[in-house]
């Protein structure tokens, strides 16, 4: 199926009219069925990358012990990390 497909026309005409939750579940569901085939999950559309790097991103922001590293530090662990410590 190709990505200009009649079917894949339809389904992205449907998602660009939900709201942002409902298009997670859509989503969500389309991830059961995929897993639930024998094709591989590695065929992961770089669109769903995306939005699972995103919530890895916001869950990450959320802990507390994240929000007090500052910026100094984070220089910090770059700079150390170029230099091979």
């Not at 026309?9 to 409902?22: D, R, T």
């Not at 969500?28 to 992961?44: V, W």
Request: glycine letters at 2%; a negative charge.
């Amino acid at each position: 199926m190709t990505l200009n497909s009649p079917i894949v026309e339809a389904i992205n005409q449907v998602l660009l009219n939900l709201a942002p939750e409902k298009q997670q579940e859509v989503l969500d569901f389309a991830e059961f069925i995929l897993s639930r085939s024998n094709i591989s999950t590695k065929l992961k559309s770089k669109a769903v990358l995306v939005q699972e790097l995103r919530g890895v991103f916001k869950e990450l922001q959320s802990m507390p012990e994240i929000q007090e590293i500052t910026e100094a530090e984070i220089m910090a662990e770059i700079d150390a990390y170029r230099q091979g410590k």
